[in-house]
């Protein structure tokens, strides 16, 4: 039947990806990478119904192939965390023929080329029952010439929210006009006024196993609770779903159970934000490190310039000024002709050697002013230095801590978990309240929850 997905990402060297690695793997085509010289070959993957790339209409024409458009979108990105595309994929309705299909995600795809994004369209497994689409977009405005600047208003969550909004309405079109009764909504269930428990999406891996007749494990797991249910409707829901319960009461232990695999879900993921947010000022102290550790080693040869440029001139002053003394001492009845106000005594390249004297001691001065000042700036990124170096050790035992807790909240939701599935098993009660049905003692019969206080930093 006819499902609304769309999921959108940024493809990006921050995280070690390309875009002309990503849309070899998407057209199923080979793509060499003419910044790195890798090549990309996805000739033999399976699955691809074909492509098409549209885009405005003063596109070139050699961006119409799809090594040389990715490549130019590499070329047109300078810095090493550049962002390069963005990815949209999206369900088809499997009511719909290939061809239909087709029409649909280029119907859809046209809002992108209106507002000057160059579009490369992905069609896979249309004559399956999974059929999607992958649509890569530029970031950068297309010109005459080539790509301009990046559109960030096309980042705006909003802008977002209008695509899947638009790509419902899309579909539905296409559904009617094939005479079709399905419909989707890009709205969340508590916007419809749907009371249920949402569903989990599945990969291909655990379609795969359902396929088989196997159960994933995470169909084992509680899914959230909407915001209208309640935790208790949701259990019963959920169990009724999966006929675990067969009646709408749920036992106090099933609900005690339950309440402790939620309460280790909460500081599991707690833990694990925790730990990312100490790797990320793990790395930011590395990187704060290793730039300081850049401009001390500048800070070092700016110094080593400065003060060999003030030896060069201080040997020059003192060469000029040997060569003056020597001049005076060959020449004293001159000299004392000048002392006496005959200045013609005193010839022309003499006069010039002293003023070119005075310069030289006026630079040789300057050079231990800054000599001495890029020694004041040395000093200070050593010390800056010092103190990253500490953040980073600081950060290094925070991260640590944060493992620990992961480690304790992992071992709590296993705990918590195998309460629960001795709970929810036939016979419970007989195994841990006897055979006559006595109410369980709240020191003795009552199972054993783990409940560690989480160590914190």
């Given amino acids: 039947m006819a499902i609304f997905h769309l999921a959108a990402q940024i493809i990006g060297r921050a995280a070690g990806r390309s875009s002309t690695a990503a849309a070899a793997y998407r057209l199923g085509t080979v793509i060499e990478d003419e910044r790195t010289g890798q090549c990309f070959d996805y000739s033999r993957k399976s699955g691809v119904s074909g492509w098409q790339i549209i885009g405005p209409d003063c596109m070139p024409d050699r961006l119409r192939d799809p090594a040389r458009l990715w490549n130019a979108v590499e070329a047109a990105e300078r810095r090493h965390d550049a962002q390069l595309c963005r990815e949209v994929n999206v369900a088809l309705p499997c009511e719909l023929s290939p061809s239909q299909n087709t029409a649909l995600v280029l119907d859809w795809c046209q809002q992108f080329v209106d507002a000057g994004m160059i579009a490369c369209v992905a069609l896979h497994q249309l004559e399956n029952n999974n059929p999607h689409a992958h649509v890569m977009l530029t970031l950068r405005e297309i010109a005459q010439g080539g790509f301009g600047v990046k559109v960030r208003a096309w980042n705006d969550r909003r802008v977002l929210d209008r695509w899947r909004e638009t790509w419902a309405e899309k579909v539905n079109q296409h559904l009617a006009t094939a005479g079709m009764a399905e419909r989707v909504d890009h709205r969340t269930l508590e916007a419809q006024g749907v009371e249920r428990a949402p569903t989990q999406h599945q990969g291909p891996i655990a379609h795969a196993m359902e396929q088989r007749g196997e159960g994933p494990d995470r169909l084992s797991v509680i899914a959230p609770t909407p915001r209208a249910m309640n935790h208790t409707q949701a259990v019963i829901y959920r169990a009724r779903e999966q006929n675990v319960v067969g009646h709408d009461d749920v036992p106090e232990h099933v609900r005690q159970a339950t309440e402790a695999v939620e309460k280790a879900h909460e500081a599991l993921h707690a833990a694990k934000i925790e730990e990312v947010r100490c790797k990320k000022a793990e790395q930011h102290a590395s990187d704060e490190r290793t730039n300081k550790q850049q401009i001390t080693n500048a800070d070092r040869l700016v110094a080593h310039d400065a003060q060999q440029r003030a030896d ?28 006496h106000g005959i200045r013609n005594a005193i010839p022309a390249l003499v006069r010039q050697a002293d003023a070119e004297r005075i310069k030289a001691k006026r630079r040789a001065i300057a050079a231990t002013l800054h000599q001495q000042e890029a020694v004041d700036i040395a000093l200070a990124s050593r010390s800056a230095l010092v103190q990253a170096d500490n953040a980073h050790k600081h950060c290094l035992r925070r991260w640590t801590q944060a493992t620990q807790q992961v480690a304790d909240a992992i071992e709590r939701l296993a705990q918590a978990q195998d ?18 049905g006595r109410q369980p003692d709240a020191a003795h019969d009552q199972p054993l929850l783990v409940n560690r206080r989480m160590r914190r930093p």
Avoid: C, N, S
């Fill in 419 to 436: 309460d629960l599935r001795d709970a929810m098993t036939p016979g419970y009660e007989l195994r841990h309240f006897g055979r006559h």
């Fill in 312 to 339: 060069a001139l201080r040997g020059m002053a003192q060469a000029q000024q040997r060569t003056i003394e020597q001049w005076k001492q060959t020449h004293r009845w001159r000299v004392w002709w000048w002392r």
